[in-house]
């Protein structure tokens, strides 16, 4: 099993940056990839970003240059980590909840794919 809990949103003008932090354990977490979703309002949820446990790096179309997926290992057991989300030139249409999800071995843009989620955290862009 894998547990995700998010933090780090909140209110932010346009423009404006954000990081949004994922920490991420349980004895299976070695096999998954970790991947940010988001949802606004009236809107299904829709992939962001992701990163496998090798590094490799995902985004999508619409945050490319703008958002970055990083990781820091807390421990060489690798039962926990921690996956950053560090958003730049956020927009008002970037205003969602946001959640991590963790899928082995390989990430997948479509949430159904995903059986471990956190409880998001909610990004407002606005002035």
């Known amino acids: 099993q894998v547990q995700l809990v998010e933090s780090g949103g909140g209110l932010v003008q346009p423009g404006g940056s954000l990081r949004l932090s994922c920490a991420a354990s349980?004895?299976?977490?070695?096999?998954?990839?970790i991947s940010w979703f988001r949802q606004g309002p009236g809107k299904e949820r829709e992939f962001v970003a992701a990163v496998t446990r090798a590094g490799t790096t995902y985004y999508a179309d619409s945050v490319k240059g703008r958002f970055t997926i990083s990781t820091n290992d807390t421990n060489r057991d690798n039962i926990r980590s921690t996956v950053y989300l560090q958003m730049s030139s956020l927009k008002p249409e970037d205003t969602a909840v946001y959640y991590c999800g963790a899928r082995a071995p390989v990430p997948s843009s479509e949430p159904r794919h995903y059986v471990y989620w956190g409880q998001g955290t909610q990004v407002t862009v606005s002035s």
């Open positions: 349980g004895r299976d977490l070695s096999r998954h990839s």
